[in-house]
């Protein structure tokens, strides 16, 4: 998807995009995991959010139980951004990349495939070659 200004409140990028069509693959029927100030995301795909605690009145043990679990999938995701920044920091520059969102992408991209490859180095994952790799060592 394309970066937006910092201004922008994160749902607004989201209505912006569902709005014209990037989200796509999402909107197939994958599930969202977000953080309560997305309750809104419900009317454009399917999404889990933690349960607000309504006023006046205390959450059910089932409704906690859910928001515990979701808020410990999100603790992970979160923290896999963090480290993201901490490695990368040219991601945390104050005014964003150098103030051209447009490469932005280019950027984040770059930075989360040498992640992925550094993660499986270090969990020991190897990848099956691919039709290219069996050709080139023929």
């Known amino acids: 998807s394309d970066c937006f200004p910092g201004s922008f409140h994160d749902m607004r990028c989201i209505q912006e995009c569902i709005e014209s069509l990037k989200f796509n693959t999402i909107l197939t029927g994958d599930k969202v995991v977000a953080d309560a100030g997305y309750q809104g995301l419900a009317e454009y795909l399917t999404c889990r959010t933690i349960k607000k605690k309504p006023r006046g009145r205390a ?80």
């Open 59 to 138: 959450l059910t043990a089932e409704e906690e139980d859910v928001n515990h679990d979701l808020s410990a999938i999100r603790s992970k995701i979160e923290r896999a951004f963090g480290n993201l920044l901490h490695k990368f920091k040219i991601l945390d520059l104050p005014g964003g990349f150098d103030g051209r969102p447009e490469k932005f992408n280019e950027l984040l991209t770059i930075c989360v495939g040498i992640w992925n490859i550094d993660r499986r180095r270090a969990l020991g994952i190897t990848l099956p070659p691919t039709t290219d790799d069996n050709q080139q060592s023929e």
